[in-house]
């Protein structure tokens, strides 16, 4: 034998066969798809067989009262399917139409693998982009392809967006009264509860229901019947006040929150929230509209206290300016509405570079495979901030199946493939969505306040 050869031998004795299939190669001996063909291809390397999409439908229930709307992809794999949280409430019967009869026929015969590419076809599909109602079937499709993926791997989608970063999500709950004493009351119950954050509302969103005056529009017979009634300048004066007796009855531990809901004029707002810094809020959420905009840059340079904003947008391009504008401090994406997970993600760590961090939308009227979606992404992204608390009655835990859970204020997913959760068709079907809606506020005069 030569020494060229012995040479070769003793370092393939040194690194073992498997590890040295490009070695081979290099020292001129049998190339490395010879050599994995030799030892055994890998379970890692084999990779997934190829999965296509065989249907795409909506399931409406609506166990808690509010509208849910959820998406349910079926594969040509036995047995696997994924879903994902389309709900918009107020709209819910226009949902079902844009996925039953749109989505499906776009989705089918695709692979189920390519979800960035997926999320961009479907988004300009329409030509027409966003919109609430395609915006949350695509929302819907989104969430449920990274369940697939999540079953495909074996993991919880947390760790498909890069693992754990804490052990749970802190989460704020909801409290409020018709006086701040009774706010107080509440707060106190809360922190038993092992809260930490809680946001204070005194009657409804600009306390709406906490007064009884009669406004004038219905002694006028104007509007309809089902309309309420705001009281701006009576609102503007109690939020202070409330902030001054929850702090004094609870205080200074505990983070106190306030949402606006854009109810009020932007200088009234910018005026309210200078008069609350002192109470140290955690942050004040929406203080203006979509349509005004531009007015954070005032707020911005008037007060130093922690703003969140962006439920109502709907379109990912609508966050950018803000955020390198450091306008928000919390980004409020309602993750059903912005189209998703895949476009969550993008905006999350967009944030991470302009020190904004998260503040998911999780409200009553998302389904609990939608909460599931943010708490997964509310795992992984370093720049979370905060998510909003939610509790599932009986009979929505007997709609859907592993629903996240909450616990001394921190929320947890079900630890299993994909999202966690999962429906109950039969369940689901005795609790049938309605088409009313009733969002109309107005003022005195019977101006109608947006939201």
């Not at 760790?159 to 706010?183: D, M, S, W």
């Not at 109690?238 to 531990?253: A, D, I, Q, T, W």
């Not at 007060?303 to 391009?317: H, K, Q, R």
């Not at 991470?352 to 997964?376: I, K, L, M, Y």
Request: hydrophobic share 40%.
């Amino acid at each position: 034998m030569d020494q060229p050869d012995q040479n070769r031998r003793e370092t393939l004795k040194m690194l073992g066969f498997g590890s040295s299939a490009g070695l081979l190669s290099l020292f001129g001996g049998i190339s490395t798809a010879e050599a994995r063909e030799q030892q055994g291809t890998p379970q890692y390397a084999k990779g997934l067989a190829p999965v296509k999409i065989k249907s795409v439908k909506a399931i409406a229930t609506a166990p808690q009262g509010s509208n849910l709307i959820v998406v349910k992809v079926e594969t040509t794999e036995p047995g696997l399917y994924g879903l994902g949280c389309a709900t918009f409430t107020q709209r819910a019967a226009a949902v079902v139409v844009a996925i039953n009869t749109y989505l499906n026929e776009f989705c089918v015969g695709k692979d189920v693998d390519n979800i960035e590419d997926m999320w961009q076809s479907a988004y300009v599909s329409s030509y027409w982009r966003n919109g609430p109602v395609l915006n949350n079937a695509l929302s819907g499709l989104d969430q449920a392809l990274w369940d697939i993926k999540g079953k495909r791997a074996n993991m919880p989608v947390y760790q498909l967006l890069g693992g754990k970063v804490r052990f749970a999500i802190p989460c704020y709950t909801h409290a409020g009264g018709n006086t701040p004493e009774a706010c107080a009351d509440s707060v106190k119950k809360f922190m038993e509860q092992g809260f930490k954050y809680i946001r204070i509302q005194q009657g409804g969103y600009g306390g709406v229901g906490s007064t009884v005056d009669k406004p004038d529009f219905k002694a006028a017979n104007f509007g309809y019947e089902g309309d309420a009634y705001m009281n701006v300048m009576g609102y503007l004066k109690s939020v202070p006040k409330m902030f001054n007796v929850v702090r004094k009855e609870c205080g200074e531990e505990i983070e106190l929150l306030h949402d606006v809901h854009e109810r009020v004029q932007p200088m009234e707002a910018i005026n309210m929230i200078k008069q609350v810094e002192e109470y140290r809020p955690f942050f004040i959420e929406d203080p203006f509209s979509p349509e005004n905009m531009k007015w954070f840059a005032q707020l911005r340079q008037t007060t130093t206290v922690p703003i969140a904003m962006g439920e109502l947008f709907n379109n990912i391009n609508e966050f950018k300016e803000p955020m390198v504008n450091q306008w928000f401090d919390y980004i409020r994406i309602h993750v059903s509405q912005i189209g998703g997970i895949t476009p969550a993600m993008k905006v999350a760590r967009l944030g991470e570079w302009f020190n904004v961090r998260t503040a998911w939308h999780g409200p009553g009227d998302v389904s609990p495979v939608g909460h599931a979606a943010h708490a997964h992404i509310d795992l992984a992204v370093w720049n979370f901030g905060i998510q909003e608390a939610v509790q599932f009655s009986e009979k929505t835990q007997a709609v859907f199946s592993g629903c996240p859970t909450m616990n001394k204020g921190y929320m947890s997913v079900n630890e299993v493939p994909g999202l966690g959760v999962d429906i109950n068709e039969k369940e689901a079907a005795k609790y049938p969505i309605t088409t009313k809606s009733n969002w109309q506020v107005r003022k005195m005069d019977g101006t109608i306040i947006r939201p």
